[in-house]
């Protein structure tokens, strides 16, 4: 199947200035991805400006310079950029921050940013900067919506052109580390560590390498048992952990770029140490211990709770269970244990609280988890621009000491001086010929690395870039797409579950409205909506979630009156004659939204439909057909809210709009 | 896969007086119906009595005469058993007459029935007595809750010992008719009218036609432009009727037996005559021209729909549309089309009116159809003993005419004096071990078959006898289980959803308490539950469905005092507080209804529970495993169902009892 380039698809410009002289690349070292590094830079400059690069072995000839540099500051990532006297050099100590200076540089000249002859210095925010792809390997990708997978296919492996392809687009926005295959390891997945599978992994991580990107794998905790012959795969037995010792070697011999492994244990259906009475630290450190030897990492979800719960019982709480399971095991893991943890206590929905457990966990390294496949957003069937939310949650402060203690601190390392540390995001891309599904979705791909890598560029910032690179430089283009982009979250917040309760979406799915849809499941995710009010009670005369957060964000969440209203249902059981700060009452506001909402999504086909011409016609039409959808499923979506509240308060909308 | 004899598993039961003398049969003629019953017969009596009994010429030696004698008032299919003097006679018009004879004689055997010296005369009621499967080509069964298809496998037809004990259960209750494959025709099914298939279907129909079944398939209208070459199905084309004129004449010469064709078209995505601007009319004589040479039937069905509705709009109602789409063609139909009527207007529901089309056609044939695979009844998982539901279908009066107005009348033919007209039932059996899943459906299979050979039997009546077949003639086993049998509907509807409104079901699945599950979907199946009340007006004011019934149906639906309070809220929007007769309120009565329900399905368990050590213990935990779920899951409806209303209502149950 043919696809795209993506934001790398460079448009000619040749009334761009070109700041250098000559048409010479020089480089003082050479090695596979400085190599990839200088292929790229003449790829984008002869299809940009027109010019045809040559390589140099003579410094004082050479246009654009790739410089090794000892460079403590820099680092093995970091560049600087400097263009002074007709010279364009880019200076790092690794080869990998000259790949990305070099990408930094071809991002200037796709968006005309001017080359200065100051020193223009980036060093990445986040150390682990990962993709998750939840890939199986028989082609499908769960939660996927975007076709099928690229990885995989018929429980084999595929590596090919397109490998490459993806690699570059991750590496020109600083991914250094992809997890390929689906964290549910089941089947055939789990013998991806099988010597069967290791010479297309060689290959894919070759590939990888060259980009700078280190491959990780899922792993099945069972593994001992399915593939080796144990009868347990209880950590603390020796056997076990000879058998995993001995697998790592074996690994990491053939597979030496293996940057570790993802664990999903003990959660949803999966195998785990409780099995054997053992901790999540007993588990994780076992692994670990396996591969310390080769400086490999185990990743560790902290996606861990009960999903057998009877919807009757209102003690037991979701919210709390990753902060119940892990908090008591802080400083009990290795030091190359990484624990990874979701942005919220729940689910990726679209709008949660920021987990207890950043701030909660003082000794143990963390990354943070986000969703960009929008399996609880849109699905990549509506426009959701994540990157505001992911800011949001960066920016959050968790009190664990006096500064230094934002989301962002803990996962850039500058809490704990770790390295240990980062941001994963489940990625959204597939087989699709634009990759994402929505084209606007691969705003999402993009930002996402632009943000671990310099978590202080704004949202608004990012998607300029994005736009300028996918879609060139007309004035017009760029700004209604800017604003789609900027208004798509809080739209798709508006006409879906209001006031951060979540959940009202079909089962399975999780796909269109349906109120009661988890109401009386097993999932632990409720509304609690009756004739009266709807709220979770989460204080301390509820559930005691509030309480597990460092003050004063407890005090703050435990009470009505200063809990952020976008958070209020997830934390308050309210009447919905409630009123909030605007002076609506909580029912007023999920009929006014909702409204809005719908409103908006139409706005947004409408702004989409006036670039008619402007933009190519295949992609014009994709993203048309698919905002056509958003804009009806988005009044599907309000009728339905609109028309349960109604139905269940019998107050009147003040406005006299239609509700069924 | 192994699998036991159902009903036909014959006790031993040496104290049985043997009523004839000697140990001869004797047959005044032979066919291979003939000989299929003196086989029965010798199987049954020898496992029964212990006795072998052999076969002469000399009708005086014979213990048991099987004779043929033309008998108009008898037919083909009506039998007479006398048993004087030492000798059991059954005299029939035809081939099938004795066969039916045969089975009731054995029938009196294993219930110890006496025999009599006067002339027991028997005729079946209905002329169709039909199973309809709806088995696909790859073996799994739309709605079937019993195993995969014994039809067929990987797109083949199974022929085998199975195919003749399954036509040996459904002749020994009078059933002539089978339809083997599913209504929705799709991909291979198509096929089956093509020579590929005819081998199989030849040894199939044979077997059915020894035990007096005709063999009917379910039709594609689309076949022509799918298995021929032409680019249209247009009825109203030449060349379209030319094609199904030979493909007719292809089937029949290799399939004499063949009894005709079912056809869902123009429903639920099926194609049909609409897509031509053609009428139900065109499309069924259309076909019916093709098959009248060989005394083909047409069996039309009525289940026409729109299935894209908006929930918004309460004018469209799906009640309606069947009478809608099919009164204006009464008297358009050849006779050798019949009508499938499904017993209520919507599907299948726990509790429906009685489709207005029985009664509103005068000059069309109809069928009844009903469902005993329980695909809304608790599929096999639950007890529904569905025989009382039926009874009261058939004894429902239309008012068509003065007297002979009942469904009964009309499908048995004594309305209109046709006999083009019967009972079908979408059959409940697979290729588990015991034929339907839950033991104790199988008493649906039988009653089925049973009541339409006689409408008279009552339900209590054809459980006792099943009972006894299957399970022997212990006292308190027959007692328990007729108690469970007799009050499993009520006690299913008691549970479920209330007052005649159904569909508070999990979508697609149709199993479990879901109760906004179809109500904002597009399937035209709504309870409208708001605050203040629940239920569908469909009177004069609301949809006008109730007037499409004959008077004084139309007056006693139309109003709220007179209607049915069982189908209070399929007709009636009224509030919670609205008084019942009993004097409950509607919500009240909600509330007590499901906790009753909930205790009678825990009673039903006990009870089963009682008769471990009588019951062969491999059933006896098989139906106890279902009972047990049985239990619990109407724990889980009753909470459900309470605990919507509650929290719409906000009305406190009378009682105090926990509503969560």
């Given at each position: 199947m043919g696809y795209e380039s993506a934001w790398l698809s460079y448009k000619e410009n040749h009334t761009l200035k070109i700041p250098?002289?000559?048409s010479k690349i020089y480089a003082d070292t050479w090695g596979k991805t400085i190599e990839a590094a200088v292929t790229e830079l003449q790829r984008a400059v002869k299809e940009i400006c027109g010019m045809d690069m040559g390589i140099t072995g003579q410094e004082e000839e050479a246009g654009i310079l790739l410089k090794k540099e000892q460079d403590n500051a820099l680092g093995e990532e970091g560049y600087k950029i400097q263009c002074r006297d007709g010279r364009l050099t880019v200076t790092s100590q690794g080869e990998k921050g000259l790949l990305y200076g070099s990408f930094a540089c071809i991002r200037m000249l796709q968006t005309k940013e001017e080359f200065s002859a100051e020193e223009k210095t980036e060093k990445p925010s986040a150390p682990l900067r990962m993709l998750n792809h939840w890939d199986n390997m028989d082609g499908s990708i769960e939660r996927g919506y975007s076709g099928n997978s690229f990885f995989f296919e018929d429980n084999k492996i595929l590596v090919n052109e397109r490998t490459r392809d993806y690699a570059r687009l991750a590496a020109s926005v600083g991914i250094n580390g992809v997890v390929i295959n689906n964290v549910n390891v089941k089947d055939r997945a789990?013998?991806?560590?099988?010597?069967?599978y290791q010479k297309e992994l060689q290959r894919m991580s070759e590939i990888f390498e060259t980009y700078g990107i280190q491959l990780f794998l899922s792993l099945n905790f069972a593994a001992p048992m399915e593939l080796g012959n144990l009868d347990s795969a209880d950590p603390c037995k020796e056997a076990v952990q000879q058998w995993w010792n001995d697998k790592m070697q074996e690994l990491y011999t053939r597979l030496p770029n293996l940057g570790g492994f993802l664990v999903k244990a003990d959660s949803e259906g999966r195998p785990g140490p409780f099995t054997y009475g053992r901790t999540h630290a007993d588990g994780a450190n076992m692994l670990a211990d396996a591969v310390a030897p080769y400086h490999g990492k185990i990743i560790w979800r902290c996606f861990v709770y009960n999903c057998q719960q009877d919807w009757r019982d209102r003690k037991t709480d979701r919210a709390r269970s990753g902060y119940d399971n892990f908090r008591p095991l802080d400083g009990q893991f290795r030091e190359n244990v990484i624990l990874q943890v979701k942005n919220g206590p729940m689910d990726f929905q679209v709008r949660e609280p920021v987990s207890p457990l950043f701030g909660g966990m003082e000794k143990t390294n963390e990354m943070l988890e986000v969703q960009i496949a929008q399996e609880y957003t849109g699905q990549q069937r509506h426009v959701c621009y994540l990157i505001p939310m992911f800011q949001e949650v960066l920016k959050?402060?968790?009190?664990?000491?006096?500064?230094?203690?934002t989301v962002e601190d803990i996962v850039t390392g500058k809490?704990?001086?770790?390295?240990?540390c980062g941001i994963a995001a489940v990625i959204n891309t597939g087989n699709d010929e634009n990759w994402t599904g929505h084209d606007l979705a691969a705003a999402n791909f993009f930002g996402f690395g632009r943000l671990c890598f310099n978590t202080s560029l704004s949202a608004e910032e990012i998607a300029k870039e994005w736009i300028v690179c996918t879609f060139g430089h007309d004035r017009e283009v760029q700004e209604k797409i800017l604003q789609m982009l900027m208004m798509s979250w809080k739209t798709y917040e508006k006409y879906t579950s209001p006031l951060g309760i979540g959940w009202m979406v079909n089962p399975n799915y999780h796909y269109g409205p349906n109120v009661d849809g988890y109401e009386y499941d097993r999932w632990g995710t409720y509304h609690r909506a009756d004739h009266l009010g709807m709220g979770v009670c989460r204080g301390k005369k509820g559930t005691g979630y509030a309480q597990q957060y460092r003050e004063p964000n407890a005090s703050m969440y435990e009470n009505v009156q200063t809990c952020p209203e976008e958070l209020l249902l997830f934390f308050h059981y309210v009447p919905y004659t409630y009123q909030l700060k605007t002076g609506k009452t909580m029912i007023q506001h999920i009929y006014d939204t909702h409204f809005e909402g719908a409103e908006e999504a139409a706005y947004m086909a409408d702004l989409w439909d006036s670039l008619e011409g402007k933009i190519e016609t295949k992609v014009f039409e994709r993203v048309q057909k698919r905002l056509a959808h958003q804009k009806e499923h988005a009044k599907e979506w309000r009728d339905q809210i609109n028309s349960y509240f109604y139905r269940k308060s019998?107050?009147?909308d003040e406005k006299h709009r239609t509700i069924y």
């Amino acid at each position: 199947m043919g696809y795209e380039s993506a934001w790398l698809s460079y448009k000619e410009n040749h009334t761009l200035k070109i700041p250098w002289n000559g048409s010479k690349i020089y480089a003082d070292t050479w090695g596979k991805t400085i190599e990839a590094a200088v292929t790229e830079l003449q790829r984008a400059v002869k299809e940009i400006c027109g010019m045809d690069m040559g390589i140099t072995g003579q410094e004082e000839e050479a246009g654009i310079l790739l410089k090794k540099e000892q460079d403590n500051a820099l680092g093995e990532e970091g560049y600087k950029i400097q263009c002074r006297d007709g010279r364009l050099t880019v200076t790092s100590q690794g080869e990998k921050g000259l790949l990305y200076g070099s990408f930094a540089c071809i991002r200037m000249l796709q968006t005309k940013e001017e080359f200065s002859a100051e020193e223009k210095t980036e060093k990445p925010s986040a150390p682990l900067r990962m993709l998750n792809h939840w890939d199986n390997m028989d082609g499908s990708i769960e939660r996927g919506y975007s076709g099928n997978s690229f990885f995989f296919e018929d429980n084999k492996i595929l590596v090919n052109e397109r490998t490459r392809d993806y690699a570059r687009l991750a590496a020109s926005v600083g991914i250094n580390g992809v997890v390929i295959n689906n964290v549910n390891v089941k089947d055939r997945a789990t013998w991806l560590i099988d010597e069967v599978y290791q010479k297309e992994l060689q290959r894919m991580s070759e590939i990888f390498e060259t980009y700078g990107i280190q491959l990780f794998l899922s792993l099945n905790f069972a593994a001992p048992m399915e593939l080796g012959n144990l009868d347990s795969a209880d950590p603390c037995k020796e056997a076990v952990q000879q058998w995993w010792n001995d697998k790592m070697q074996e690994l990491y011999t053939r597979l030496p770029n293996l940057g570790g492994f993802l664990v999903k244990a003990d959660s949803e259906g999966r195998p785990g140490p409780f099995t054997y009475g053992r901790t999540h630290a007993d588990g994780a450190n076992m692994l670990a211990d396996a591969v310390a030897p080769y400086h490999g990492k185990i990743i560790w979800r902290c996606f861990v709770y009960n999903c057998q719960q009877d919807w009757r019982d209102r003690k037991t709480d979701r919210a709390r269970s990753g902060y119940d399971n892990f908090r008591p095991l802080d400083g009990q893991f290795r030091e190359n244990v990484i624990l990874q943890v979701k942005n919220g206590p729940m689910d990726f929905q679209v709008r949660e609280p920021v987990s207890p457990l950043f701030g909660g966990m003082e000794k143990t390294n963390e990354m943070l988890e986000v969703q960009i496949a929008q399996e609880y957003t849109g699905q990549q069937r509506h426009v959701c621009y994540l990157i505001p939310m992911f800011q949001e949650v960066l920016k959050f402060r968790t009190y664990c000491q006096e500064d230094r203690d934002t989301v962002e601190d803990i996962v850039t390392g500058k809490t704990m001086g770790n390295t240990n540390c980062g941001i994963a995001a489940v990625i959204n891309t597939g087989n699709d010929e634009n990759w994402t599904g929505h084209d606007l979705a691969a705003a999402n791909f993009f930002g996402f690395g632009r943000l671990c890598f310099n978590t202080s560029l704004s949202a608004e910032e990012i998607a300029k870039e994005w736009i300028v690179c996918t879609f060139g430089h007309d004035r017009e283009v760029q700004e209604k797409i800017l604003q789609m982009l900027m208004m798509s979250w809080k739209t798709y917040e508006k006409y879906t579950s209001p006031l951060g309760i979540g959940w009202m979406v079909n089962p399975n799915y999780h796909y269109g409205p349906n109120v009661d849809g988890y109401e009386y499941d097993r999932w632990g995710t409720y509304h609690r909506a009756d004739h009266l009010g709807m709220g979770v009670c989460r204080g301390k005369k509820g559930t005691g979630y509030a309480q597990q957060y460092r003050e004063p964000n407890a005090s703050m969440y435990e009470n009505v009156q200063t809990c952020p209203e976008e958070l209020l249902l997830f934390f308050h059981y309210v009447p919905y004659t409630y009123q909030l700060k605007t002076g609506k009452t909580m029912i007023q506001h999920i009929y006014d939204t909702h409204f809005e909402g719908a409103e908006e999504a139409a706005y947004m086909a409408d702004l989409w439909d006036s670039l008619e011409g402007k933009i190519e016609t295949k992609v014009f039409e994709r993203v048309q057909k698919r905002l056509a959808h958003q804009k009806e499923h988005a009044k599907e979506w309000r009728d339905q809210i609109n028309s349960y509240f109604y139905r269940k308060s019998m107050i009147p909308d003040e406005k006299h709009r239609t509700i069924y």
